[in-house]
């Protein structure tokens, strides 16, 4: 079993940013890849991006550039760093481990709200 512990999130003004981190714990041994993914009123869970334990990254069209995802190993951490946010950002993020047996565990979540 993976917990997964988000911090981060709030209120902010369009062209603002953003920090998010989501710790890992349990079998942190067994994590591939450790992402972040969002879901906005009446739309999809969809992602937004991504890193694998050797730190490779994948991110969403839509977050390129403006968005960085990083890892800390050694606090077993994932962070998304989110620069020039749009209102079309708006959404609940939920951070994403997903293991070398193919199983996906989710935080509970934190809501990020981009204001015009």
């Known amino acids: 079993q993976v917990q997964l512990a988000e911090s981060g999130g709030g209120l902010v003004q369009a062209g603002g940013s953003l920090s998010l981190s989501c710790a890992a714990s349990?079998?942190?041994?067994?994590?591939?890849?450790m992402g972040w993914y969002r879901q906005a009123p009446g739309k999809q869970r969809e992602l937004v991006a991504a890193?694998?334990?050797?730190?490779?990254?994948n991110y969403a069209d839509s977050v390129k550039g403006r968005f960085t995802i990083s890892r800390d190993n050694a606090k077993n951490t994932v962070y998304l760093q989110m620069n020039s946010l749009k209102p079309e950002d708006t959404a609940v993020y939920y951070c994403?481990?997903?293991?070398?047996?193919?199983?996906?565990?989710w935080g509970q979540g934190t809501q990020v709200t981009v204001s015009s």
């Open positions: 349990g079998s942190i041994f067994s994590i591939n890849s």
């Open positions: 994403n481990a997903l293991t070398a047996t193919l199983n996906y565990y």
């Open positions: 890193i694998t334990s050797g730190g490779s990254t």
